[in-house]
């Protein structure tokens, strides 16, 4: 089976997964041929239907490897749809950008990631 690419295939598979028990779900931004993208025409459409019949908490995703500019990889917190977002920290920030200043202009509650024990510990000091 593929992987759903449109607004129509996500929200099925979304709402499908809500209703075996799943509580949050983790999204992209990306375009219908699922390359990443700034642009949130397609994730505010996936969002919408979602929201249509399920309740389930949305994660927009602010990472992953890619070309994209920080204010294009923060896109997701530019939906109002979006709850929770995640954090990359450490070596998946990549370049000069600063992620907190994002949330907390979008007002969104930040997921902090981290695969790096030196990372987890110095978040566990400053948000203690």
């Known amino acids: 089976m593929l ?3 449109t607004p129509e295939e996500i929200a099925r598979d979304v709402i499908s997964e809500a209703e075996a028990g799943a509580s949050i779900v983790h999204l992209h931004v990306r375009d219908r041929r699922g390359n990443l993208t700034g642009d949130i025409t397609e994730f505010s459409r996936t969002l919408d239907l979602i929201r249509e019949g399920s309740d389930i908490i949305t994660q927009g995703s602010t990472g992953g490897v890619s070309t994209l500019s920080l204010d294009e990889r923060c896109a997701a917190l530019n939906d109002p749809e ?28 930040s997921q902090s990631q981290s695969s790096k024990l030196s990372f987890r510990c110095t978040l566990k000091s400053r948000f203690s």
């Open 3 to 5: 992987n759903p690419l």
């Open 82 to 109: 979006v709850e929770v977002a995640s954090l990359n920290m450490g070596s998946a920030s990549f370049g000069d950008g600063v992620y907190a200043s994002k949330f907390t202009e979008a007002g969104i509650i």
